[in-house]
């Protein structure tokens, strides 16, 4: 299974905050979004997924709502804020830069 | 917040998500074609461990710092709680240091560290002068005040003559004013119509002003007030308006008798000034100017005191300017003073040592308290910096042991995921835990010790008042030293027990021997020992102290001190004069002399052994009178009558003075012995003349000569001594107050009312001051010593019981973890005696190298305490002994309960324990 020392430091809130940004979802759902938009590259443990959870809803970024889900059993859903949004982008342009810079270096030939 | 507030609906929240996601992925596995059974394990493989991730999720929140702060703080009460006698013994140990170290803080605080109550005292310079010799400057000619001998050898005083003052008040230019006062002492008060005594101070119109001090209500003293011929009007302190007017709002405008001579009230100084002189408040400022016609007790000068350049009286402090500097101001004041220094000197001798203008820092009050008080209590301060550093030693090495039995535990902690982190802080917090209740304990006894210390202080000094409240200084110092002890002592176990391998803690049983625990046992004797070396130094300061009590005790007095009453009586205050002085006085002789319980009465210009002193010069026959200076000298008493048969003074020949001896017959002297073999030596000093002070050779005749008594200390060597008689003009000076002796039949102090109430049938404006009997006034001489006895007992006592605790705990856990071997040791044959010796040998090797490091470290610091021991070197070997003595025998008490439950340990059970 792949542990968050897998990831870039940082890079678990960021893919979490994108796949929010898409729709409200709840955990688990999401561990197997991220799992399904890698091309099953990267697998999200709920050892690292719930703490990055609870981290960004304590940091404000995403909310948390109890609703029905698609099989009629309650759930926590997750969403994104407004001031998630605003983190996103600016999370995405530092990754942009990072990895076009980290690209360069590895992928010279 | 939330999380805070609702937590178990938060913690029900957290588990039904956790739920929520073990059931899809169940879902997901079963979607891949596992069974349920099968699918539900992999699916809670998959989530690891719930606790710890619930543990993370909660972590996630701010609120969980403080939760786990509470859960922290819960679970160590709980943990203390269950060992009572670690908590009361480190708790005790904290709260006694801290306490005893608070109250002499305070004490410090209030007598050298705190400024004064006016406005920027920083801004304040006090102006002395200073010689680099220890005899006085010969350009003055009288001198009233004080002087301090400093540690160079010099000699320094903030008394000026008033010209010196009108010239640096109105040329210079680093002070925006200088204000001008002297202390007048205890001056007879009387307010509507009750006499009583008052410590009264001179002051310059610009003294209030000059300070910064404003008026409670009325006005406070003025330039306009210090004219010559202005009416006469008074200032009185807040406190003194209290005790005296009952805060009367109309005090203001009522009159107030100084020594017979009407002042007006113009106001009230503020409530939180005390004066300028920490541990005196005076109660009566009046306008200097009036000091001439008060202060008639000091013979002539007071006719020519305002122009004369060689009377020095007057102490002056000024406002430094914005922007000057101490330093500054020194170099422009100086030469302005030593010009004039130098005009005043009329010849060569006079001009070889002239005083040179000082200036200090004003910003805590003048200065002779400290003076008096900071090496005794500099030596106090480190006497409890070793009672706490003793009970910090012991807070250590009860955490030690501590941190040491509870490696398991903290072990099965780490192995169930806690962090490092997380452990530390918990073991932190108990630290803390401790060190909190130790402070506020510490606190309270502060409070206590600290008014216990100034009344130790005081006693015996009128009109000393200090005011000692526990301030936010004081707070601050106790609590970080507080928090500093359990923080410090509390991390480094905490380091050692975290950084502790789980495995082999696991594993450890009480047979096995990490190497760790060598060296931990190393430390903990460190600490013992260091304990037994400090406790030491203080059992040894004790004996030295109580020793040096015991000698004072013991001088040969020279007269018979028990059953005199002995009081104050200054009629000349009242307006007696010259010969109506001195009938007033021996008709009160006789009063008393009349009195049933009374055996007999006298009065003397000074108590004995009071710390008094009386000095004139001597005039041999055939020596020419010199003028000033290298004149023989000799103490003197002027007495009444009765005096050697109420003192019980053995005469060794000739006659003791009489009433006979008046004006108009022969001068007559009596002589101690000192006297007799300094002046004439190998002659019979009966029938030879001599003159004293400004009295021609040959005017006095020696009558008798005395037994030596103790004259003004008992320290003091006994000096040359002349009894006259105040009934014969010889020192061209009528009496000023008197103290009178009463020797009685039963307790002196009976006699009190029966003394007062014949007072005030003489004289009602006469007030009987001072009463105490004789005993008591010797002991106020000493109260130095028996202050430093008294505390130096109690601290010993302290160090002593703390340090047993240390020893007691260390031996006690190394009996507890060497119950293997000592069961084996019994089991293979030991007899129990064998077993007791083995424990205490380990004591006594503790407190053999405590008591070696210990004597060594006194040796070295013996020349400290040089000047507080009386009659004994501060290196007594007597001293030495009694103190390792008392300090082993203190160790192995405390070291046989921990040996015999060593001896009484079951073979058997021990064994069967692993």
Known sequence: MSRPTDLIQGTLDLLILRILALQPMHGWAIGERIQQMSKEVLRVGPGSLYPALHKLEQAGWIEAEWAVNEAGRRAKFYSITKEGRKRLQQETAGWKRLSGAISDIVLES | ?914
């Open chain 2, 1 to 914: 917040m939330r999380w805070l507030f609702q937590r178990s609906h938060a913690e029900a929240d957290l588990n039904a998500e956790l739920q929520d996601y073990v059931e899809h992925q169940t879902e997901h596995y079963i979607g891949r074609g596992f069974v349920l059974e099968k699918a539900r394990t992999m699916a809670l493989r998959d989530v690891g461990g719930v606790e710890q991730l619930k543990e993370e999720c909660r972590d996630a929140h701010a609120t969980a710092w403080f939760e786990n702060a509470v859960r922290d703080v819960r679970y160590g009460r709980r943990a203390l709680c269950k060992s009572p006698l670690f908590t009361a013994m480190a708790v005790l140990s904290l709260a006694l240091g801290i306490g005893a170290n608070t109250a002499i803080y305070t004490v410090m605080d209030v007598i050298m560290l705190r400024a004064l109550p006016v406005r920027n005292p920083s801004e304040l310079a006090i102006v002395n002068w200073r010689v680099k010799t220890k005899k006085d400057p010969l350009v003055i000619h009288s001198h009233t005040g004080s002087s301090y001998t400093e540690p160079d050898g010099g000699k320094m005083s903030p008394d000026f003559p008033w010209p010196a003052y009108e010239l640096l008040r109105d040329h210079n230019n680093v002070f925006s004013t200088l204000f001008a006062y002297q202390r007048a002492g205890q001056l007879n008060l009387s307010v509507r119509g009750q006499a009583e005594m008052e410590d009264v101070e001179f002051v310059s119109g610009n003294f209030f002003s000059g300070l910064g001090i404003i008026p409670a209500a009325g006005r406070l003293i003025t330039d306009s007030d210090n004219i010559a011929g202005a009416s006469q009007v008074a200032v009185i302190s807040y406190s003194y308006w209290h005790t005296r007017f009952g805060g009367d709002s109309a005090a203001v405008g009522q009159t107030v008798r100084i020594n017979d001579i009407p002042f007006a009230i113009v106001g009230i100084a503020a409530p939180e000034f005390f004066g300028v002189t920490p541990g005196s408040a005076p109660g009566v400022y009046v306008p200097i100017v009036n000091r001439p016609a008060l202060a008639r007790n000091y013979g002539n000068e007071h006719d020519t005191m305002f122009i004369d350049p060689h009377f020095y009286w007057v102490d002056m402090m000024g406002r430094l300017r914005p922007g000057i500097t101490l330093d500054h101001a020194q170099a422009e004041l100086a030469p302005r003073f030593e010009r004039l220094a130098l005009t005043s000197a009329a010849n060569d001798k006079e001009r070889a040592n002239l005083p040179e203008l000082w200036l200090e820092q004003g910003g805590s009050g003048v200065d002779s308290l400290r003076r008096q008080y900071s090496k005794p209590l500099f030596v106090l301060m480190t006497m409890v910096a070793f009672i706490l550093a003793i009970a910090c030693a012991n807070i250590a090495n009860l955490l030690l042991a501590r941190a040491h039995a509870r490696r398991r535990e903290i072990a099965v902690r780490l192995s169930l995921g806690a962090s490092r982190l997380r452990v530390l802080r918990q073991l932190l917090t108990e630290s803390v835990l401790l060190a909190l209740p130790g402070g506020i304990l510490g606190l309270g006894i502060a409070a206590v010790g600290s008014r216990f210390l100034i009344w130790l202080l005081a006693s015996g000094r009128q009109g000393f008042s200090l005011h000692a409240e526990l301030d936010w200084h004081v707070l601050a110092f106790t609590v970080t030293v507080a928090f500093a002890t359990g923080i410090l002592f509390g991390l480094a176990p905490a380091i050692q027990a975290t950084r502790a391998d789980v495995t082999p803690a696991l594993k450890e049983s009480r047979a096995s021997a990490p190497r760790a625990r060598a060296h931990r046992i190393g430390l903990s004797r460190l600490l013992v020992i260091s304990q037994v070396a400090l406790s030491l130094l203080l059992v040894l300061g004790a004996a030295l102290f109580v020793r040096t009590l015991a000698n004072l005790h013991s001088v040969e007095i020279g007269f018979n001190q028990e059953n005199v009453l002995t009081f104050g009586l200054d009629a000349s205050q009242a307006g007696y004069k010259d010969a109506a002085l001195k009938t007033f006085y021996a008709q009160m002789e006789e009063r008393f002399r009349f009195v049933p319980g009374v055996i007999s009465a006298t009065a003397t210009d000074m108590p004995l052994v009071a710390n008094a002193n009386h000095g004139t010069g001597v005039v041999l026959p055939g020596s020419a009178k010199q003028e000033g200076h290298d004149l023989p000298t000799t103490s003197y008493v002027s007495v009444g009558p009765k005096f050697f048969q109420t003192m019980q003074i053995p005469m060794l020949a000739g006659r003791s003075l009489g009433p006979h001896d008046v004006d108009g017959a022969p001068l007559a002297a009596v002589v101690n012995e000192v006297f007799a073999t300094t002046y004439f030596p190998g002659r019979n000093p009966l029938g030879q003349r001599f003159g004293l002070g400004n009295s021609q050779a040959g005017d006095l005749t020696i009558v008798g000569v005395a037994k030596n008594t103790r004259y003004s200390s008992l320290k003091d060597a006994i000096p040359p001594v002349v009894y006259i008689s105040y009934l014969q003009n010889i020192l061209k000076r009528p009496p000023i107050g008197m103290t009178f002796e009463i020797r009685t039949a039963a307790s002196p102090l009976a006699l009190t009312e029966t003394v007062r109430k014949i007072v005030h049938d003489a004289a009602p404006t006469v007030p009987v001051t001072s009463v105490m009997t004789q005993t008591q006034r010797i002991d106020n001489t000493i109260t130095q010593e028996r202050t430093f006895a008294g505390l130096c007992t109690a601290f010993a006592v302290l160090a002593l019981a703390i340090a047993c605790i240390g020893l007691y705990g260390s031996m006690a856990y190394a009996v507890s973890r060497r119950t293997n071997e000592i069961g084996i040791r019994m089991a293979l044959g030991a007899e129990r005696p064998r077993i007791i010796w083995m424990v205490l040998r380990e004591a006594l090797a503790l407190a053999a190298a405590g008591v070696a490091i210990g004597l060594a470290c006194a040796w070295s610091a013996t020349s400290s305490i040089k000047s507080f021991v009386f009659g004994i070197k501060p290196a007594d070997p007597l001293a030495m002994v009694v103190a390792a003595g008392i300090l082993t025998v203190a160790l192995l008490i405390a070291a046989f309960a921990p040996a015999t439950r060593a001896s009484r340990i079951d073979p058997l059970n021990a064994l069967r324990h692993e």
